[in-house]
């Protein structure tokens, strides 16, 4: 059974630009959260998503947004990036909203010049 | 909201220790969860509990609901197990969905 797949595993971008994140969930899955991980702020929570719906946000300015598709894929873009983007972004799936045990992808790491 | 506290921040065993690392929390939830993280980045969910205890190989997780409190053990610990163990609460309490996550502690298991 395939795991969760991010896409890209890295990228490089500069101040300004917008990214766009890609998350396939395990088959079944049809939960998908969203966490940014820095040195300095560690693991925080960004959004989930549950049958295309955001069912949660965390505490992030609205450049930072996400959407599910019907194949329970997920997206996250952050437009007008700055300096304090460059993360470790992760996605986890998991069967149901609010059950289940989440399964990480390896994240995509995001270094903004 | 909830807030979490993880002992100790770092942690240096040698091998075959036994291991036990620390979680709290202060808002009532219905599960915690515990991750582990390998150098590279990629996270493994190790435990999801809600009262007792769980027990995966050499690892035993604990919960605790009254006293909020959680705990993470590694028996006979052993090299491979060096990593950031993570432990993480729902952050308004009650149910999984947006989570809090503690700083982590990173555990180097000596030879």
Not at chain 1, 48 to 71: H, L, M, V
Not at chain 1, 89 to 96: D, T
Not at chain 2, 12 to 17: I, L, R
Request: aromatic content about 8%.
């Amino acid at each position: 059974k395939a795991g969760v797949t991010q896409t890209p595993r890295y990228l490089i971008k500069t101040r300004g630009q917008q990214v766009t994140l890609s998350c396939s969930p395990i088959s079944g899955h049809r939960s998908v959260s969203w966490y940014q991980q820095t040195p300095g702020q560690g693991l925080q929570f960004l959004f989930e998503y549950f049958s295309e719906t955001q069912r949660n946000k965390g505490n992030f300015p609205g450049r930072f947004s996400g959407r599910q598709f019907s194949n329970s894929r997920s997206e996250m873009n952050v437009s007008t990036l700055e300096l304090g983007d460059s993360a470790l972004y992760l996605c986890a799936s998991s069967l149901g909203q609010h059950t289940g045990e989440l399964f990480f992808g390896e994240g995509s790491r995001l270094t903004v010049l | 909201k909830n807030e979490v506290e993880q002992s100790p921040q770092n942690l240096t065993a040698q091998e075959g220790e036994f291991i036990t690392i620390n979680c709290s929390y202060s808002v009532g939830i219905s599960a915690l969860h515990w991750l582990q993280q390998h150098p590279g980045g990629g996270i493994v969910s190790l435990f999801m509990l809600s009262s007792g205890k769980k027990k995966h190989g050499r690892l035993i997780a604990t919960i605790n609901i009254q006293e909020k409190h959680s705990s993470l053990h590694i028996t006979a610990s052993h090299p491979r197990d060096s990593a950031v163990y993570i432990c993480a609460v729902p952050n308004y309490g009650g149910s999984q969905g947006n989570l809090i996550f503690g700083k982590g502690t990173k555990l180097s298991v000596k030879p």
